[in-house]
């Protein structure tokens, strides 16, 4: 019986060596398939970062092919602004205007928001047909004055840019009476 018990002992321990070594071979199997796993997860994040470093480096060339362009197109710009700047010299010398005219021109100039055609007549002491007149020469003359028809009125306004350049720059020539005149309408305006 010593035999039997010994066989048994054995058969038991054999089996469960066993399925000691099915169970370690399965775990094998399950760490290999989890390291090609890992592998193949590794692999394909190299593919993705060469994928991507790739469309940075179309993009960056991109990017500098339109930085190129940009440089020129400031270059072309320069340029045109000193060429428009020549026209604008040129211009100013050629455009005289009548004290009337540089009334008008000086009061649009002065004010930001459009001016009801009442408030002309009235600031300039003129009729209103005379003002209409001139503000048609000065559209004629190159002048950017903007007139609007709005309930029932008119407004005429100055171009902005070109109120400013005017400040700036004193494109169009105004006399020393003009200037002396509007400012003490200014001040009797503020003080009256």
Known sequence: MAEIDGYTELSQLSRKVHELEQHLHASCSEITAGISEIKEAHQDHLDTINENTQEIEA????????????????????????????????????????????????????????????????????????????????????????RKEHGGGSFLHMDPAFSQLQQQQGMIKISPAVHQQFANQQLEAFFG
């Open 59 to 146: 993009t960056s060339d991109q990017v500098h092919e339109i930085e190129t362009k940009l440089d020129k197109l400031n270059l072309r710009m320069d340029a045109m602004h000193m060429v428009l700047k020549q026209l604008v010299f040129e211009h100013r010398l050629s455009v005289q205007l009548n004290l009337n005219e540089q009334k008008l021109f000086s009061l649009l100039c002065a004010h930001k928001n459009y001016l009801k055609m009442e408030y002309v007549v009235e600031r300039l002491r003129l009729s209103d047909v005379i003002v209409k007149e001139l503000v048609t020469a000065l559209m004629d003359k190159g002048i950017p004055v903007v």
